[in-house]
């Protein structure tokens, strides 16, 4: 009987011409022309010496951690001595983390590979070039055990070039083991060994489109239009022709842009992405600030937490750059990272960032630089669960590394999953404390229910009944929702994109305070809101004067022009000769006040029809009525010319206006620029009484119940388009 070492010679001196043919089978996908009979293979980019050194000190760090008694390789303790040159530049680093983590998803077949082929029992090599072996031999069989390719200045590293040929010694055994490892699991490629998530998520991240935001602060989306088509790209409604320099405005978000992948190289050398006029950034950050854009009014200020990358925060500022509000991001310590973000910023046009060292939860909810701040950013870190390609958006996004080792696997395990949850429980309760806030955007790039839907049903259940806030409620999203499905996915006031070929998965959720049904905003709020403004120069505000008495009497009588006991005047203290400027600032403010109460009356829910003709006979009201919903008819009224008789004086029938508000009319397919919206239109419904004890003359022409007259202008109520802030 053969010895085992015997029969695996024999196996690999019958089955070579197999590899072989084996092996041409595989590189034939790379053929791509035929020259006077002869095949040109288009030969896979070659990694340069530096950048097989930096990913085996990355794999080193984030490879699979095994027990003492299972370990295969022994993959030392001493990490290798990177290259000064380049190793800071960050397409080098994500050269080498891309390279690191492909290593990391194989590593069980590879170090079955290198065991099965005798490499490490037939030489002498150091164990802390064992990283740096499995790194070049994924690459190595990738390329097809073709030889690398370098040019001639190329920087070459001794660890790398001596790595290099010791593979090409054991290529033949090499190929034999990876053959053998295939027919094992019967599959066509070591790619097809791989775990069936890890298996789609390579397969979205091959199509992924980029998605860009425009800096509108230095140039504007026309500017941008323009010059894309000097240069060859042409605008579509969709990404579906992938070979051409194509390119669509996203439907959520008119100021991202979508390119195919295949043109990141060619983007990347164009002056729009050098000057930091278009920005690569997965859309789910967008999405978060576009929903807070939404959400806030000219004034009000931001909180963002957990921002990962330093764009997010410039995109937030760039779309409040209009206003008045102040973006304030937490959580950097170290002065360099502060340094640098600053940099950027200035680099970006950002002016309204302000930097906050402290970590969210070490700041107090009553802290006095926040008192403006109305809503709250909430990035947490997640697991990323929903993102197709781990390494591009943890580099963007300053996320964990750590992450990399469980997403190479297909998932985070129980206990890791368990710790996420917790930290972004915490940071969504600790975010509900702030008293002045109004509004929180929670956002994760994660598919999973435990991180999403259940961490923010726990945190409203968790809300404090005794403290003297209005609670949180779930709001639906404030995004468009363009398609069937995204409005199936958003039912339960969720928004939500599932893993494509077109997206990243993304969770969005908004909670926002309810409205305190006593809140009425007085006179002294409304003075101190204009001299804030600047709308009183040259007019004092006084204390406010106990005029509970006036008040009353003033409700009693019909409403006429301002008497001497109005409250307004009680709270001015005004100079003689300012008297007629100050009389025309009141008299402006106090109309642009009453629009905004006029909306809010007629905004109410009315009584029903049956409450208002209970009674068999229409009752003459005992006083004049000042309210704009019923209409007095003391004065005479003309007579139709068609009525015989004079109508009876004294008979007054009550109009009921009713405002119905028809909902905003979003077009999906609009490629550029806000939503479209329609104007309300107003219908008003003429309720007429009973007929009993009405002349017959009257209630011939006026037999139906009620008669519809429909305003031909539209609405002049001054409107806000977000009530609970």
């Known amino acids: 009987m053969l010895d085992p070492t015997s029969e695996r010679d024999l196996f690999d001196q019958e089955n070579m011409e197999e590899i072989s043919q084996l092996a041409s089978l595989e590189m034939s996908g790379d053929v791509v022309a035929n020259t006077n009979s002869s095949t040109v293979v288009l030969e896979k980019p070659s990694y340069p010496d530096s950048v097989y050194v930096t990913a085996a000190n990355i794999f080193q760090g984030i490879r699979i951690q095994r027990s003492p008694d299972k370990v295969i390789i022994n993959y030392g303790s001493e990490p290798l ?74 920087e070459t590293i001794p660890e790398v070039q001596e790595v ?47 998605y860009a935001w425009i800096n509108t602060s230095k140039i504007s989306l026309e500017e941008v239009y323009n010059n894309l088509r000097r240069k ?23 100021n991202v842009l979508i390119f195919p992948a295949h043109l990141k190289t060619d983007l990347l050398n164009i002056d ?50 209009g206003h008045t509000s102040k973006i304030f991001v937490c959580g950097i310590q170290q002065e360099e990272k502060d340094f640098n973000a600053r940099k950027l910023f200035t680099r970006m046009g950002c002016q309204n960032i302000e930097i906050l060292h402290e970590t969210f939860l070490s700041i107090e909810s009553k802290d ?51 710790t996420l949850v917790q930290q972004q429980f915490e940071q969504l309760t600790h975010a509900m404390k702030f008293t002045k806030v109004q509004a929180i955007v929670y956002c994760t790039c994660s598919v999973s229910k435990e991180e999403n839907e259940d961490v923010v049903e726990k945190a409203l259940e968790y809300q404090s009944s005794g403290v003297k806030m ?11 929702l363009c398609t069937l499905k995204e409005i199936e996915l958003s039912m339960d006031r969720f928004f939500r994109l599932e893993p494509s070929d077109m997206n990243n998965g993304c969770f969005l959720s908004i909670l926002t305070r309810e409205r305190d049904p006593s809140e009425t905003v007085s006179v002294k709020d409304v003075l101190a809101r204009a001299a804030a403004k600047g709308l009183l120069e040259g007019v004092e505000v006084g ?22 006991g109005d409250p307004l005047r009680d709270h001015l203290a005004v100079d003689g000769n300012d008297t007629s400027n100050v009389q025309m600032k009141i008299s402006e403010l106090l109309h642009r006040e009453s629009k905004i109460s006029t909306s809010t009356k007629m905004s109410a829910p009315a009584k029903t029809v049956s409450q208002a003709g209970t009674s068999s006979q229409v009752r003459k009201p005992s006083k004049p009525l000042s309210t704009p919903l019923v209409r007095n008819f003391s004065r005479p009224v003309e007579r139709p010319t068609n009525f015989v008789r004079a109508r009876p004086e ?55 119940r009620k008669e519809k007259v429909k305003e031909s202008t539209t609405s002049s109520h001054v409107r806000h388009p977000r009530p609970w802030l």
């Open 272 to 321: 729009l992405i050098k000057d930091y006029k278009l920005i690569f950034q997965d859309k789910s950050r967008s999405l978060a600030v576009h929903s807070v854009k939404a959400l806030i009014n000219i004034d009000d200020d931001v909180l963002m937490v957990n921002t990962g990358s330093w764009y997010t925060v410039a995109h937030m500022s760039i779309l409040t750059s």
């Open 470 to 480: 209005q609670p949180y409620r779930l709001s639906p999203p404030v995004l468009p």
């Open 232 to 254: 060859g790209y042409s605008k579509v409604k969709s990404i579906t022709s992938v070979n051409e320099k194509v390119y669509a405005v996203d439907q959520h978000c008119f």
């Open 81 to 154: 001595q990177p290259s000064s040159s380049r190793s800071e530049d960050e397409s080098f680093q994500r050269l080498s983390y891309e390279l690191a983590f492909s290593t990391l998803k194989y590593q069980d077949i590879l170090e079955s590979i290198l065991i099965d082929s005798y490499i490490f029992s037939s030489t002498t090599i150091a164990s802390q070039l064992n990283s740096l072996i499995i790194v070049m031999l994924y690459d190595f069989q990738d390329r097809k055990f073709q030889p690398r390719i370098l040019s001639e200045n190329e």
């Open 368 to 418: 006095h630089r926040l008192q403006n701040v109305k809503v709250i950013l909430l990035l947490p870190r997640c697991s990323s669960l929903g993102v197709s390609n781990p390494v591009e958006f943890i580099l963007n996004e300053h996320e964990d590394k750590s992450l990399l080792q469980d997403l190479s696997q297909g998932g985070l395990p129980k206990d890791k999953l368990e």
């Open 650 to 704: 004294g008979k007054v029938i009550p109009l009921k206006p009713i405002e119905i508000v028809l909902p905003p009319v979003i077009f999906p397919l609009s490629s550029q620029g806000p939503r479209v919206q329609m104007p309300a239109t107003h219908f008003y419904y003429r309720f007429i009484g009973s007929k009993v004890g009405v002349p017959r003359y009257l209630t011939s022409s006026t037999s139906r």
């Open 543 to 564: 204390k406010t004067l106990k005029r509970d008495k006036k008040r009353k009497k003033s409700k009693a009588l019909p409403s006429r022009a301002p008497h001497h």
């Open 164 to 210: 290099e040929n010791l593979l090409n010694g054991f290529k033949t055994k090499l190929a034999a083991a990876l053959a053998r490892c295939r027919i094992k699991h019967d599959a066509l490629s070591i790619y097809h060994i791989l775990p069936e998530t890890v298996r789609k998520q390579e397969q979205r991240a091959s199509t992924l489109p980029l």
